[in-house]
Structures are given as structure tokens and as C-alpha cells.
């Protein structure tokens, strides 16, 4: 094995801390203490063999399943060049001009390209590379109709940004209680003739009483699991502003099990609430069991089910690890406690998604309606669509 001696005194710390960065604009959640147990690893395996130094940076680096990949093609990407001093400490990769350039995720391009030192002044790279990153206005027309999962780091902090600003008016319905207006069937008796008392007793003009209208009480319930990882930050920002104006909203978080977020929702200020959802998830890029979370909606909860007037929108890919059998059960007692069950998948990206998972197919045949909501354009039509559900 070769010998790497101090990383403190040599280039190796430099080098891994660099790759280190690279990943965190890729965004893997990667801090100092990690780049730390980073350049432990390599010392300990040495650098003789490249999958056995990439494994060993992977253990320490990498938490969540779904970002393995990223940090693979990251790893080969960068530590391709012999000259592996000169490339690190750019941060970035030598153009190759014999070969065409392998398609590479976003995340992974973005994370490669070039960096501004702390005052503004760019690194002067070894060697020419072009990495587009920047925003336009031909590049913000495309993120209408980009998945969100194929975003890059920079990108999926903008389109979060956008999404705060598309409005969701939920469908209004009369309540029992009544309110004055011009149209109603009945009489309001009481305005009717304090009018008159100010016209000699003469009854000119009937006051009336119609039926008060509000938005249907919203329970949604956001999917948390490791496939829905890109989506859940998100979506959460996209509901807390766009239904800030209703007066009854109830917010669940489901993986492993089931957690409140109503009080986050209360926050005015929507990075707020992230930061307070954040502190309360403990479950976050889990497994989901969808079944055991309404079971402990339906124990502990089941007041927020206002009547059968709740609107309940599911946001999941329906990739459920439980039972089907407690699934369906569960789902059937929702289903008779509510208005409309919809259900809001982002696998719908896929021309011929069919739900043919156990526990999709499950919640594809009790739910009123299934909606895709993978990019902002589906967000766009999001409130459009709820209207024409109901309508049925």
C-alpha cells in the first residue's frame, strides 16, 4: 500500500476537501466533519486502488441512498485526470476533445463547473471547459416544464423560489350558516325593518339572507420517503403559500410513521416553516408506510376530518413497503370521511405510468382522482383541476 503520510502537510487534504465542496454544490448534505472522516478513509485504504479509495470516500460521505449515484459519477468524473493535483484544486475537469463528453446529471455539471473565489475573482482553470450554469430567460421558460428531480442544485432553489407564487384556489362550497346578501330565498326580517324604520315605516326594499361560502377544509398528507426526496421540500413551500388565505389546513408528513406539521403550517413565513417541519421530521428519506400513518391518523386525528367535507390530497409515487391489506382498510375509512380523496403523483412525469405496485394500485382504486405534480406547470393547473374533481 502507498504510503500517504500527513494529509495536513501534504496536498491530499486540499484535494478531498475540494471534492468535498464539489459535492455540496451537487447537494449531498457534506460538512466539514465529514471531508475530515473523508481524509481519514483515504489514508487508511491508501490510493493504489481507485474502487477501494471510492468506496471508502462513499461510506463517510454519502447518507441517503438516492444521492449514491450522484457521488459515483461525481467520483469518476473527477478523479479521472492523471494529473490529479492540477484537477482537484481546480475543481473542475479538463476538456476532452478526441472523445465526446458523457451526459451527466445536472447536479453533477453544475458541482464540476467553475467557482468564484470569495471576493469575486474567478479560478483560472488548467484547462478550457464549458459548463452552462448560468440563468436566462430561455433557461427560466424551460424550468416551467422541468421535473423537478432532474434539477440541479441552483435551479431546484430557484424553481422553490417560483413555486411560492403559484396560486391554488380550493373550491368553494355553501355552508349551513347564513350571511346577508341580495339573492337569497330567505328573508332577513331583522335588517328588512330596521330599513324601514327610516322610510316611515314603508317597506322599500327586502333585505335577504343567502348561504355563507368557504374553501372545503384542506388535510394533506406529503409523502417524505427517500424516492420522494426532491419533491417533498418543495411541494411544502408550493401548499404553504398557496394556502395561506384558508382558515381550516391540516399538514401531515408520513414515512415510517406519521408526524404533525400543522403547527409549522401556522408560521407566516415559509422558510420558517421549513426550518420548524425540519426540526419535527425525524423520519425524513425513510421508507414509507402509508398504512400505519392513517392508522395513527384515524386514532389520534380524526377530529381534523371536518364532517365529510374535508378536501384530502395524498402526495406520493405510492411506493408503499406496508401491507396492502391495513392500506386498503385504511384508505376505506378515509374515503368515507371525506369529500374527495385525491391523489397527487409525480411519477406521472412517465408517459404510460401505470400503478401497478402493490400499494399504488391500492391507493389508485379508492382515490377520487390522481394528479401529476412533478414540474410548475403542473402546479399551474393544479387548481384547475381540483375544480373540475369536484365538479363530478
Known amino acids: 500500500m502507498t504510503t500517504l503520510g500527513d494529509a495536513r502537510t501534504g496536498k491530499l487534504a486540499d484535494n478531498i476537501a475540494g471534492f468535498g465542496r464539489a459535492l455540496r454544490r451537487a447537494g449531498l448534505r457534506v460538512d466539514s466533519a465529514r471531508i475530515a472522516l473523508a481524509q481519514e478513509a483515504a489514508q487508511l485504504v491508501g490510493v493504489d486502488d481507485k474502487g477501494d479509495l471510492g468506496a471508502a470516500m462513499e461510506a463517510v460521505l454519502v447518507t441517503r441512498e438516492q444521492e449514491r ?60 471547459v464549458e459548463f452552462d450554469a448560468a440563468m436566462t430567460a430561455s433557461a427560466l421558460a424551460r424550468l416551467k416544464h422541468a421535473d423537478f428531480n432532474s434539477l440541479s442544485a ?51 326594499v327586502l333585505r335577504r339572507m343567502q348561504r355563507s361560502r368557504e374553501p372545503l377544509p384542506l388535510l394533506v398528507l406529503v409523502d417524505i420517503s427517500g424516492s420522494m426526496e ?104 378515509l374515503t368515507h370521511r371525506c369529500r374527495r380523496l385525491l391523489w397527487l403523483n409525480p411519477l406521472l412525469r412517465f408517459e404510460g405510468y401505470a400503478p401497478l405496485a402493490r400499494g399504488a394500485a391500492v391507493l389508485h382504486r379508492h382515490a377520487h382522482g390522481m394528479l401529476a405534480v412533478h414540474n410548475l406547470s403542473k402546479l399551474e393547473e393544479l387548481a384547475a383541476s381540483l375544480a373540475a374533481l369536484l365538479a363530478r
Do not use: C, N
Not at 174 to 180: D, G, K
Not at 233 to 239: E, I, Y
Not at 322 to 328: F, H, I, R, T, V
Open 69 to 128: 449515484a450522484v457521488f459515483r459519477e461525481l467520483f469518476e468524473a473527477y478523479f479521472r485526470d492523471p494529473e490529479l493535483a492540477h484537477k482537484l484544486l481546480a475543481q473542475m475537469l479538463p476538456s476532452q476533445k478526441s472523445a465526446p463528453r458523457p451526459q451527466r446529471r445536472p447536479r453533477v455539471a453544475e458541482a464540476l463547473s467553475p467557482q468564484k473565489r470569495f471576493g469575486g475573482a474567478e479560478r483560472k482553470p488548467d484547462q478550457e
Open 154 to 204: 441552483s435551479e431546484f432553489h430557484l424553481v422553490e423560489r417560483l413555486a411560492r407564487d403559484v396560486a391554488m384556489p380550493v373550491p368553494e362550497i355553501e355552508m349551513r350558516r347564513m350571511r346577508p346578501g341580495m339573492r337569497g330565498k330567505q328573508l332577513h326580517w331583522a335588517r328588512t325593518m330596521r330599513h324601514a324604520a327610516h322610510t316611515g315605516g314603508e317597506l322599500m
Open 230 to 333: 426532491r419533491y417533498a421540500r418543495l411541494l411544502l413551500a408550493f401548499l404553504h403559500a398557496a394556502t395561506r388565505a384558508h382558515r381550516r389546513r391540516d399538514v401531515f408528513a408520513f414515512g415510517t410513521h406519521l408526524t404533525d406539521l400543522t403547527p409549522a403550517f401556522r408560521l407566516g413565513d415559509t422558510d420558517a416553516m421549513l426550518a420548524a417541519a425540519s426540526a419535527r421530521i425525524d423520519d425524513f428519506a425513510g421508507g414509507t408506510r402509508l398504512g400505519e400513518s392513517l392508522a395513527t391518523l384515524r386514532q389520534r386525528h380524526a377530529r381534523r376530518l371536518v364532517g365529510r367535507r374535508s378536501l384530502v390530497m395524498i402526495i406520493s409515487d405510492g411506493l408503499d413497503t406496508g401491507e396492502p391489506e391495513d392500506l386498503a382498510r385504511e384508505l376505506d375509512w
